[in-house]
């Protein structure tokens, strides 16, 4: 039992830290334009896809094809929002979301006829991965996992530095508190709102990267990705970014530990989130963090 | 310095504001009274361009202000202070008074800039890095306000800075304006607090239905019986 513990942990991060990037994408665009966005999950596998585009199928280093999917995928990013939700921006919030699902539906379309409908996997014939043995052997990492941890760590400290430190983020955090207030300051709401899905789906993009470094790609790889992450945000408390990471955590540990270290089979993983989300949901309905923002609220 | 003159305007729907005239000289504070939905605050939306001019004119130093960009108008030195509790309240102190200087790139001068506005309020200095929404209304109010002082503008727009406060705190607010109208900023305010506004007022205007109703000096109109009747409960 204990000998399988440092690989439970490690796959356990890996899932966390691509939950994470998922969640945020989601939390930022739920705090400012209050929907949720059922996308997020196409546009990690968008950038699975782009990633193979890049480096497998174009050659490209690795590094130089992580910042094109980045780069790429922010693109896409302000380019749906301009395209089909800011028509919308003024409508209850049902109506966005009901557009994401579409928006979602074409990404996957685009990419079954770019790249076929197969699967695909980054691991070519004959390529073998450099794996780390730890632990007296029962911890093995492959160069790629590390790779991609670092990635992610960077980005998601480089988001927060961005958002505490910066003037753009200060008016980012400023708009989702209060967008008429924000407006009035002269802070454009519509370069806000860009940079926002800017950011937002080039994260998830990289999350795309990481999960396709650890499956297989395809087109509907986003879907289980998207739903998770939104219990991640459910979890840790709508419109909170710590939530959302602590609740990426969470569902990332718990979904691992939990058919790691009972008989439970793997594909009931989805089906432990959502039980864990409906307990969760019992014990504090407004998530982790957004209870306790209310408190703060009240006092 | 601002003149407003004939001023008809909408939300796209039927007119609120009917040939409306109101006007603010340099180191004045004016205040608008009037009935609930008399239009009161739809004055101060249409300086910012948040209404759908239909006739008449707004001019800030004869430069024709309607149709002008938010950060322009901020730009040539008008700031607003709207309803309600305007704060940015996961924002810190300080955050949200950097805000009002969003349109500023110049670090150095939002550094002064924060001077100028800790000077004016020194509550706020001692508590600059603690959340806003931990904050009374009161204290969120003068957040608001000290935000607006933030470019050091020529005209500060109010609308009803003392809703939901209490009396004492009223009182402080109002004795703010004083202050600011002393250091050359000119107050134009929407007040539903009447008296009190009033006796802190150089001018006021009375708006009922969208339309000038009355206008006098704050002594003038708070010792008009009509007024006295319908808006000061006396």
């Not at chain 1, 879907?223 to 909170?240: C, D, H, P, R, Y």
């Not at chain 2, 300080?94 to 309020?121: C, P, T, W």
């Not at chain 2, 600059?128 to 204290?139: A, D, V, W, Y």
Request: proline fraction near 3%; glycine fraction near 10%.
């Amino acid at each position: 039992m204990l000998e399988i513990l440092p690989q439970i942990i490690w796959f356990s991060l890996l899932a966390s830290a691509i939950y994470a990037l998922v969640a945020i994408g989601l939390s930022l665009i739920f705090g400012i334009l209050e929907f949720i966005n059922f996308a997020q999950g196409d546009f990690a596998m968008v950038g699975a896809y782009l990633f193979f585009g890049f480096v497998i199928e174009g050659g490209l280093p690795w590094w130089i094809g992580i910042a094109m999917v980045v780069i790429v995928a922010a693109l896409m990013g302000v380019v749906i929002e301009r395209i089909t939700f800011k028509p919308v921006r003024k409508s209850p919030p049902f109506i966005p979301l009901v557009i994401s699902i579409g928006v979602g539906a074409l990404l996957q379309a685009i990419m079954i006829f770019k790249f076929g409908g197969s699967v695909k996997s980054y691991r070519t014939e004959g390529s073998k991965a450099e794996v780390y043995k730890l632990f007296g052997d029962t911890l093995s990492v492959t160069q790629s996992q590390i790779t991609l941890m670092f990635v992610t760590a960077g980005l998601l400290l480089g988001l927060y530095l961005f958002l505490k430190y910066s003037k753009t983020g200060t008016a980012i955090r400023a708009v989702a508190d209060n967008q008429d207030v924000a407006a009035i300051l002269g802070v454009s709401i519509n370069k806000t709102i860009g940079i926002i899905f800017a950011v937002g789906t080039a994260l998830a993009a990289v999350a795309g990267v990481m999960i396709a470094n650890e499956q297989n790609l395809s087109i509907t790889m986003g879907l289980s990705l998207g739903v998770k992450a939104f219990a991640a945000v459910v979890l840790g408390g709508v419109g909170s970014l710590p939530g959302a990471i602590v609740g990426a955590f969470i569902i990332g540990f718990s979904e691992n530990f939990i058919v790691g270290l009972t008989p439970i089979p793997s594909s009931y993983k989805d089906a432990i989130v959502f039980g864990l989300l409906i307990i969760m949901l019992f014990l504090y309905p407004n998530g982790l963090f957004g209870a306790k923002a209310e408190e703060e609220a009240r006092a | 310095m601002l003149t407003i003159s004939k001023l008809t305007a909408n939300y796209g729907g039927p007119d609120i504001l009917k040939n409306v005239n109101i006007h603010i000289k340099e180191g004045e504070i004016v205040t608008i009274i009037g009935p609930n939905g008399a239009g009161k605050s739809t004055i101060l939306k249409s300086i910012f361009g948040m209404t759908n001019i239909v006739e008449g004119k707004i001019n800030f130093y004869e430069e024709n202000m309607v149709g002008v960009k938010t950060a322009d108008v901020i730009k040539r030195g008008i700031c607003y202070v709207p309803q309600g509790r305007s704060v940015f309240p996961s924002l810190t102190v300080e955050e949200n008074l950097e805000m009002g200087a969003f349109i500023r790139s110049d670090k150095a001068q939002i550094k002064k800039d924060l001077h100028y506005v800790y000077e004016k309020f020194p509550k706020l200095y001692q508590r600059r890095h603690q959340k806003t929404k931990t904050m009374s209304g009161g204290e969120q109010q003068m957040v608001s306000i000290g935000r607006a002082l933030m470019l050091q503008p020529q005209l500060l727009l109010l609308d009803e800075p003392s809703i939901g406060l209490a009396p004492k705190i009223v009182e402080e607010v109002f004795q703010k304006c004083k202050e600011i109208k002393q250091s050359g900023t000119a107050v134009l305010m929407v007040e539903q607090n009447a008296n009190i506004a009033l006796e802190y007022s150089d001018r006021g205007y009375v708006l009922e239905l969208g339309e000038n109703r009355l206008e006098g000096t704050g002594k003038e109109l708070l010792s008009n019986k009509k007024v006295g009747e319908l808006y000061l409960g006396k």
